[in-house]
T-cell receptor, first 113, second 111 residues
Framework: KQEVTQIPAALSVPEGENLVLNCSFT??????LQWFRQDPGKGLTSLLLIQSSQREQTSGRLNASLDKSSGRSTLYIAASQPGDSATYLC????????????FGKGTLLTVNP | DGGITQSPKYLFRKEGQNVTLSCEQNLNHDAMYWYRQDPGQGLRLIYYSQIVNDFQKGDIAEGYSVSREKKESFPLTVTSAQKNPTAFYLC??????????FGQGTRLTVV
């Protein structure tokens, strides 16, 4: 059974700090690894997607990396802002006949002004 | 604009009543999913569908039913057999390397 774990469960940082969110997965047969953002009471917004053949993806202040051998992905947020405050979730997709997404429980990020 | 539309945003269910949550997508995605989100438990998969007229149970399918008569639509019915239906329900669709995209969710409350 696929399992995805996110550490830490919650993180509070001052504005301007660089930070790293961690995601670990047990199934090495990963297809996509996707990072999402969720604001309270809202749906999920896709941030970055890393295919199994890739090692990282970047979008603005966000950088996500994937290490299949160690079963880990990290989301790096540079120069954090109060508007970055949200819950961040990672999910893996096994592809093929196992395309369903398996989610971690998320990291609740608070960026203090 | 392409995207996923869930309706209604808020839904109230009386005891013993069946309710249906709507999910429509115009992204031409093959796969669609329903997730349930409870505080502190993350997202749990209810049902998923890869193609029209085919769907599979997820981890918590008991008390729920779905249909996939059209590629664009994947409605979820919460039946009276679901004893604890109060939750936030999220619909998603995906197509291979483009990843998954989510609707804005439906909050279901039992009254």
């Amino acid at each position: 059974k696929q399992e995805v774990t996110q550490i830490p469960a919650a993180l509070s940082v001052p504005e301007g700090e660089n930070l790293v969110l961690n995601c670990s997965f047990t199934d090495s047969a990963i297809y996509n690894l996707q990072w999402f953002r969720q604001d309270p009471g809202k749906g999920l917004t896709s941030l970055l997607l890393i295919q199994s053949s890739q090692r990282e993806q970047t979008s603005g202040r966000l950088n996500a990396s994937l290490d299949k051998s160690s079963g880990r992905s990290t989301l790096y947020i540079a120069a954090s802002q109060p508007g970055d405050s949200a819950t961040y979730l990672c999910a893996q997709d096994g592809g093929g006949s196992n395309y369903k997404l398996t989610f971690g429980k998320g990291t609740l990020l608070t960026v203090n002004p | 604009d392409g995207g996923i539309t869930q309706s209604p945003k808020y839904l109230f269910r009386k005891e013993g009543q069946n309710v249906t949550l709507s999910c429509e997508q115009n992204l031409n995605h093959d796969a669609m999913y329903w997730y349930r989100q409870d505080p502190g438990q993350g997202l749990r998969l209810i049902y998923y569908s890869q193609i029209v007229n085919d769907f599979q149970k997820g981890d918590i399918a008991e008390g729920y039913s779905v249909s996939r008569e059209k590629k664009e639509s994947f409605p979820l019915t919460v039946t009276s057999a679901q004893k604890n239906p109060t939750a936030f329900y999220l619909c998603a669709s995906s197509i291979g390397v483009r990843g998954a995209f989510f609707g804005q969710g439906t909050r279901l409350t039992v009254v």
